[in-house]
Structures are given as structure tokens and as C-alpha cells.
């Protein structure tokens, strides 16, 4: 059997006996062991491992729909038999029993390796305020892993975990899912039990799931969304119908002058991207007024919401703030200025937003957005801690304050290798029909899953050959990244080519002929293509471009771009500088 990465695939080998439940776990016991991404505070024992895999074996592997599936848990989320800590290690407590919603998924079958690291006291969006590291991107150990549910993500991206817990405030569960090429779904306020949560803000917190595919989050879903009477914030599961696909969805999108991308054009491209492939499924694109909710996200950190979090931890930090760490410190501190007339005035401003926002959000089916408008790296984020986290949450801090539903969805892959996601969100009790969606796109575009170079089963692949501007970070890769191919490998051809660079353009183009004479090797990247995608792919090719077979190094034979004979009256015969990026170089 092929290394599962979805939660059916693992349970049809538990069935079929291809794999073994306590061989399986330990191996992703020793894999989240291993790890160099800071993404655990801590591992259950192996003794606590065994205790949950003896139990699993007096079980029924049929009637269980999370048998055996190991988690990962935010840790300001408690799991009996480990201390929750709040990223704090002074505010660390042993809770008496788990999480309702962590109890949900342990009787489904579901077992917890342990719990992940986040920003302290889930207080930002990036995953570096830790005393336990910065968290580190799935893709680049430079670039920030997002946060605050930093190693929630990072478990599930790097495939110690099928799934994970985590916890959202302001975009805790959506801005690490996009910098790591996962799905999170942010769901309604109350669908799923915050008993046994340390709380950011009470009124606004929501779990969320972190899943390799969409399938997975509706089946956690159907879990896991069970009312708790002792939540007080818990609300009744009452789906609101959404249209299932993207035909005739009406999709806003905001203007212009209101989408922040904080000089990164990169994601620029890759949002207008998404944008020409969700029309090319059939939406239709509607502009949209996002002003009114970015004013409401405002308030969020500038108005007394950050008094929240003081009353979360007040004792803790009346007793000696110095604990928390420097920028928690300050944020949180920030709260006592803050009077009860200032909050009822807040009040009284947020529900003008509300009633302004659900008016426009009624004109559409969902809205979408970038995830995130940008991403940095650890350093950079160490070095401007409050106005880095501050661009993170432009797109995401109204979401809570507006009582809505959102799911971060992986789009497709920066000339960097970064990932590229965007957001969908629609009013409360729309989560099933966002799910619906996320399945939808993630069937048409193919994409790895996580950081594991891995596809959903059903995807097929073929391996692609290019040698000229559809190379990485050249003019034309995107037309691959944006049909989800990933880089391969790196080689040349045999000595059997010649290359040319042919008239027109712009892009420059090459062309790559056979000559078995006199020929010599170029330089190319085989890049693993989604097979559905081929016929895009071949509408974009002009003349006298072409698909065929072209001969490796190695022997081995591939798909890739040649150039019909004709094509090269008149062009620059460049065979001797040994590949298209060494002609650039002359340019």
C-alpha cells in the first residue's frame, strides 16, 4: 500500500491488515521525536502511547471513524496526562480530564501524540513567541511557520499527524495553514466546545481543525461538533444551505484599492491567479466592498477586545508580568487602559460593522481573500515584532468579531517554493457547504499535500520536462505551480539535443531539437504535472512548440517540450552554452 495521507486511506489499511495500528503509531511517535521544527512542547510517554494502542486493540476497527488516526493538540487545549502550558512555562497547570472536544475525538478513536507549540498565551500570528523556539515553516526553516497555532500546522504539513487542533482568535487557525500548504477551517463561533481551553477572548475564541485534505475536516466535523452544555459559548449545529460548487457561486472579491499584499508581488500574482482558476470553474467573480470589514478588524487590538485576554490570565499577570514574554507583556498590558464605558462604546461600533457587513456578505454566495497578504522570515519578524503580526492579520482579525465562517485553502506555490493559500468565508453555519467547496478545488488543482510531495489517491501524475522559461522562477513557471506540478528533479538531457533561442516573444523561448550527431547535453527539471491539467497545459504551448518524448542522461525517457524543425529557421543556435539559464546569463 502506498504511504496513506488522508484519514480513509489509513483506516482502509487498518481494515485490509496492509498496516498494522501499533506498528503505524509508533513509527509517527518516533517521527514527531525527531522533529527539528520546534513544533512539540511535549510528547506523551511510550508508556501512554501503549496505554491508548491497548485500548484501540479491544475496540471495533469498523465502528470507530477515527480508529487509530494520531493528532496533534494546540497547547492552550487540554489533554489528560500532560500539563497545558499557554506557550508559558510558569503559567503550566495538569488538567484533570481533556478538552470536551479532545474527549469527542479520543472516543471516535483518534489518539493524541501530544501537544504543539504556539505563540504565548495564543497571542499572534506568527508562531515565534515561544519559550520552546520559533516555530519554522514546513517548506523553509527561515521563514516563519504562522501562528499562534504554529505546531498544530507544522505537525499535520510535515505528516507527524493526520489532523490537529487548534485554536483561533484573530486567524490562529488560518494564517499557518496557508504558510504551510494545509486547510483550516475556522468554524462558527460555538460549534465546537471551548471547555478545557485557555482562553484568548472568550466571546471570540473558536477551535479549528488543521487537514492534509477537505474530506478529512468533514469527517472531524462529524466528529467533533457535539453541543456542550457547560460551554456557555457552545451553540447548536444548525447548517445554513451554501451552493456546493463553484458553477455559478457567486464569489466577492475585494476591489483593488482595498487588497494589501505589504510589497510582496509575489503573492499579488498568485491571488490573481487563484482568482482567473476559481472564474475558469465556472464562478462568477463579483466586486466587493471589504472596507467596512477591515474597519471592524480594527478593533481587535486598537479597542478593548486585548482587555479579553488580561481577564484570561489576570491573576497570573498581576502577579508578576515579567513571566510572559516581552511583546506579550506589552500587548497585554496595554488592556488596563481600558474603561467599561470605552468597551460599551466598542460595542456600539462593532455592531454598526455587523449590521453594514452581513448586508454586503448577503449579495453573495462567499467572499474571498488572501489568507495572508504577506510572509517573513523568523528574523524579520523578531526584528519588528507588532507591525509584521499586525500585516498578518489584516484579512483575518474580523472574521470572530462578525460571527462568521472561514477556510483557509492551499492555492498553489510562490517561484520561491513558498505556498500560496486564500480564504473563503460566508456567514455562520455555512461550514459544511465551505468544506464542500475546499473539495472541489482541491480535486481541480492537484497540489501536494502538505510539505509531503504526496497527493489525494485519486490524483494522477505525469512527469513533465522543461528546459526554458517554464523552469523554476523563469516567466512562464507559474503556468505549471498554478496547476499544482512540483520540482522533481534536476538534470540534462542526453548528448543527443541542440538548443536555439527562437524568434519573438516576449517570453524568450528556446527550442529543443534532436540531433543525434551532433548534439550535445542541455540542461532541463522534470517537474511531476497533474495529468487532468494536461490539456491547459497544451493550450498555452504556441507554435512551433510541442509536447513529445525526450531522452535523459540517464537512458530514461520523459514528456517534455521539443521544438518542431521548422521552428528553428532563423533562430540563434545557443547548443554550446549548455541549457537557457546560462543563455540568460549572457543577456
Known sequence: MNTPVTIEQLLAGYR?????VRTFLKQKYQLAKEDTHNTWISLISESQLDDYLSDLETKDRQSLPLYGVPFAVKDNIDLQGLPTTAGCKEFAYQPSESAFVVEQL????????????LDQFATGLVGVRSPWGAGKNSFDSKFISGGSSAGSATSVALNQVFFSLGTD?????????????????????GLLSCSGVVPACRTLDCVTFFARSAEDIETLIDVAAVYDE?????????????PDEFRGLRVGVPVEDQLAFFGNDEYQKQFALALERMKSMGAELVEFNLQPFIDAAKLLYQGPWVAERYAAIQSFFDEDSSRCLPVIETIIGGAKNYTAADTFQFMYQLQGYKVQCDKLLGEVDVVITPTAGSTYTIEEVESNPIELNSNLGYYTNFMNLLDYTAIAIPSSFCESGLPFGFTLFAPAFT??????????WQKATSLPLGATKLFLPEDERVDLLVCGAHMQGLPLNHQLTGVGAILKAKGETAKSYRMYALAGGPPARPGLVRDEDNGQAIEI???SFPKSALGTLLCQIPYPLGLGKVELSDGNWVTGFICEAIGIEGAEDITELGGWRNYLATK
Open 169 to 189: 482568535t484573530a486567524g490562529s487557525g488560518r494564517v499557518p495553514a496557508a504558510f504551510n500548504n494545509i486547510l483550516g477551517l475556522k468554524p462558527t463561533k
Open 106 to 117: 479520543i472516543k471516535a478513536g483518534a489518539v493524541p501524540l501530544g501537544k504543539s507549540n
Open 16 to 20: 485490509s491488515g496492509e498496516i498494522n
Open 431 to 440: 461550514d459544511l457547504g465551505l468544506i464542500k467547496l475546499a473539495k472541489e
Open 525 to 527: 527539471e522534470v517537474w
Open 230 to 242: 457547560i460551554d456557555g459559548y457552545a451553540r447548536e449545529n444548525v447548517q445554513h444551505t451554501l
